[in-house]
């Protein structure tokens, strides 16, 4: 198994930047790509961006804003937030796959954390 888990959430203001941490842990050899979702309220969980071995993804929602990267000594994904908007609030959620392969369907990783909220004031 694998153990995700997320840190660096909290409430920012608009224009304010936040980094996101996940840290893997278990039978982390397993892991190929890992990556980010959100899911604001009343909506369904959105891809934001993943990494895996082969390359990286962003969503078009964030692209130029967000920049994802990969620690892979320490098994560790981040994402960092810039230029925060207030559509950017939900909770985030890391994601790993068995899989090198770069995809943006949430079915498609095999692992998840427990997320964390982040909030953006106007």
């Known amino acids: 198994q694998v153990q995700l888990v997320e840190s660096g959430g909290g409430l920012v203001q608009a224009g304010g930047s936040l980094r996101l941490s996940c840290a893997a842990s278990?039978?982390?050899?397993?892991?190929?790509?890992m990556g980010w979702f959100r899911q604001a309220p009343g909506k369904e969980r959105e891809f934001v961006a993943t990494i895996s071995t082969t390359g990286y993804g962003v969503a078009d929602s964030v692209k130029g804003r967000f920049t994802i990267s990969r620690d892979s000594a320490k098994n560790t994904v981040f994402l960092q937030m810039n230029s925060l908007k207030p559509e950017d609030t939900a909770v985030y959620y890391c994601a790993a796959r068995a899989s090198s392969m770069i995809v943006t369907t949430d079915r498609e990783y095999d692992y998840w954390g427990q997320g964390t909220r982040v909030t953006v004031s106007s």
């Open positions: 278990g039978r982390t050899f397993s892991i190929y790509a």
